[in-house]
């Protein structure tokens, strides 16, 4: 019995593949358009293997998009012609055909929906925080277009999440640049970075680290100065501490700080009782 049935399921792969070569190589943009609707629609619902139904959907989508251009089937054709490069993880192509379809078709029904996937694709193009963050400031820039354009949206929640996302990935990247300079010992640079950092983004994550660090930066400059400039170097660096202490008083560097700030108190006695 197992065997009749993996025999007929074989001759129904057969059967199914051989009919879509068929389709493939028709010359019947009508019967193409509805097979590719149907395939569309199947994976859409998550009927078989939805994969591959979106692939064999986009092969014909691909030889037909053209032949519609201008007629009335156009509007829904280029919409699952768009939305089956999205499933399919093509963001790239996706975001492009959503935007054309946004253009194109600015009364439709989909237009909402095709403005969010086509800005949510930008979304998955950003790469990680330490690359060239061109496409994160571009998907913000859609994303935010796309809450201007829609804020009674459904998906306003999710835009305005994802937006925050990047721009968090965009103020990670600023600040390890700056704490880079501390890392490499560069202090003189790290402050100036890192003081950047904070005016740029009062609301980051990153703020309380910031401040810890420009105040080890200022430290780290002092006593690593000559004896002529360790005074000044010694007071700017106990103003940066006092800083992050008046933000974040219970703060999860506050027992470095203060073993560094002991060590400024003790260096500034040890220089007052020298005079």
Do not use: W
């Not at 700056?178 to 890392?183: I, N, R």
């Not at 400039?229 to 027992?255: I, N, T």
């Not at 073993?259 to 005079?275: H, P, S």
């Amino acid at each position: 019995m197992k065997k009749i049935i993996l025999l007929l399921s074989i001759v129904l792969v057969a059967t199914s593949c051989s009919q879509y070569q068929k389709v493939l190589k028709s010359d019947d943009t009508g019967l193409k358009y509805s097979t590719a609707e149907e395939l569309y629609n199947e994976a859409k619902a998550g009927e078989g293997n939805t994969s591959r139904k979106f692939k064999k959907a986009l092969r014909i989508f691909e030889q037909i998009v053209p032949e519609y251009r201008g007629k009335p089937q156009a509007q829904k054709l280029m919409f699952m012609y768009a939305d089956t490069y999205y499933e399919l993880g093509d963001h790239y192509l996706a975001g492009y055909q959503f935007e054309r379809f946004v253009e194109t078709y600015p009364q439709s029904e989909k237009l909402e929906e095709a403005a969010f996937k086509g800005a949510k694709s930008y979304y998955f193009l950003s790469p990680r925080y330490d690359l060239d963050q061109t496409e994160t400031h571009k998907a913000i820039e859609k994303l935010q277009a796309f809450i201007n354009r829609f804020p009674e949206s459904e998906k306003l929640e999710e835009a305005n999440e994802l937006v925050t996302e990047l721009r968090v990935k965009l103020e990670k990247k600023s600040y390890e640049i700056a704490k880079q300079y501390h890392h490499t010992r560069n202090y003189k640079a790290a402050i100036t970075a890192l003081n950047n950092f904070i005016l740029e983004y009062p609301g980051s994550p990153f703020r309380e680290q910031a401040y810890y660090y420009k105040f080890d930066s200022a430290y780290q400059y002092a006593i690593n100065s000559y004896a002529y400039a360790m005074p000044e170097r010694l007071k700017e660096a106990r103003k940066y501490y006092q800083d992050y202490l008046r933000y974040y008083p219970e703060g999860k560097f506050v027992s470095e700080a203060e073993a560094a700030f002991t060590d400024i108190t003790e260096k500034e006695q040890n220089y007052n009782q020298e005079k």
